[in-house]
């Protein structure tokens, strides 16, 4: 399974998008920030666009590993119908303690609404089938988008398997706000009768 490193550029102040070109990557990029979800969306649709068999997609905020890579394309080759998500809980040492709460706590109710143990719902490092992509229409802007897509790749019978992954915390600031983003996800719950 070969893959092409695709960049989104979200409306970004700084290099990203000349620093990600000359590492050889494509690079698409948004005139504004638009938002976690429509980044992802431009991402689905470029790789449909391309033909490709699935998309392996990870946040852009440096903490995940590139060397994790092979986990999800050799669980891939296994399941071949399998929505495959990293897992970052089993070793939280130094997960900021915030971040560990309110995942464990989005995580725990995605999993009873999935009806699967999905250890990890709000990790950003995760690949998915063209077949799902085909068949989800993303509406979500921000941080609830991962919850969104786990729950209707549930809904048309998706397995979610998990791979353990290191998660690299450096300088970097997280974009994820404990308290707004838990408040956007209570809404988006409220909206789940109404999704597609």
């Not at 989800?136 to 969104?148: A, H, M, N, W, Y």
């Not at 209707?152 to 994820?176: D, H, M, N």
């Amino acid at each position: 399974m070969g893959f092409t490193p695709t960049v989104i550029d979200d409306g970004s102040t700084d290099n990203t998008a000349e620093e990600a070109r000359e590492g050889g990557a494509e690079v698409i990029s948004h005139k504004r920030n638009l938002g976690k979800g429509a980044s992802l969306k431009t991402g689905f649709e470029h790789t449909l666009k391309e033909g490709y068999d699935a998309v392996l997609i990870m946040d852009g905020d440096g903490q995940h590993s590139p060397a994790d890579i092979k986990k999800f394309l050799e669980l891939a080759e296994k399941h071949t119908d399998a929505m495959i998500i990293g897992n970052r809980m089993d070793n939280t040492k130094n997960m900021p303690r915030d971040r560990k709460l309110t995942n464990m706590f989005m995580s725990f109710i995605t999993s009873l609404i999935c009806g699967q143990k999905i250890p990890d719902s709000q990790c950003g490092f995760r690949l998915i089938r063209k077949e799902l992509l085909q068949n989800i229409t993303i509406e979500s802007l921000r941080f609830e988008v991962e919850s969104e897509i786990l729950i209707k790749a549930c809904r048309r019978g998706t397995k979610i398997l998990s791979v353990p992954i290191e998660t690299l915390y450096g300088k970097e600031a997280s974009q994820i706000n404990p308290i707004w983003d838990t408040c956007r996800y209570v809404a988006f719950l409220l909206r789940l009768p109404f999704l597609k």
